[in-house]
């Protein structure tokens, strides 16, 4: 079983980092509900085929950013805090702007440029269609 995990040799993230952020997305997007408990680490690396200090890392970065919880003893679950997706969801707002600055700046936009754009499309979004 892969829990739904789908990790990419190809893909230039580290195997940790991917784990990271598939487990985020599905407890954001509410795959995963709060108190849902997590596969343990030697179960997960066995089925994504990493080794266990790899899903060990992940899981530790998870903890760090409030994703989940781990009870010694028990296993990790999915957090149960409920402001827990609108700061997910602001987390992932926040990195894709700073992607869409660091573009903006590669293609030489002045702050200004970049802050009219971003007000013509908030006040498109004002406008009902």
Same mark, same amino acid.
């Given at each position: ?10 893909? @230039? ?7 990271? !952020? ?6 954001? %997007?509410? $795959? ?28 530790? !970065?998870?903890?760090?950013?409030? %994703? ?14 409920? !402001? &827990? ?17 660091? &573009?903006? @700046?590669?293609?030489?936009?002045? $702050? $200004? $440029?970049?802050?009219?754009? %971003? ?9 009902? @269609?």
């Amino acid at each position: 079983m892969t829990f739904g995990l789908f990790l990419s040799s190809t893909d @230039k993230k580290p195997m940790y980092l991917q784990i990271v !952020e598939q487990i985020t997305s599905k407890v954001m %997007v509410g $795959d995963w509900l709060a108190d849902m408990p997590l596969p343990s680490i030697r179960e997960l690396a066995a089925s994504t085929q990493v080794s266990v200090i790899t899903v060990k890392r992940a899981y530790s !970065e998870l903890e760090r950013a409030g %994703v989940i919880v781990t009870q010694p003893g028990k296993g990790s679950y999915v957090s149960a805090n409920s !402001e &827990l997706n609108q700061e997910l969801r602001k987390q992932e707002f926040e990195q894709h702007l700073a992607e869409t600055i660091n &573009l903006a @700046k590669q293609l030489q936009l002045s $702050d $200004d $440029d970049i802050i009219t754009c %971003v007000k013509q499309h908030l006040g498109e979004q004002k406008t009902p @269609k």
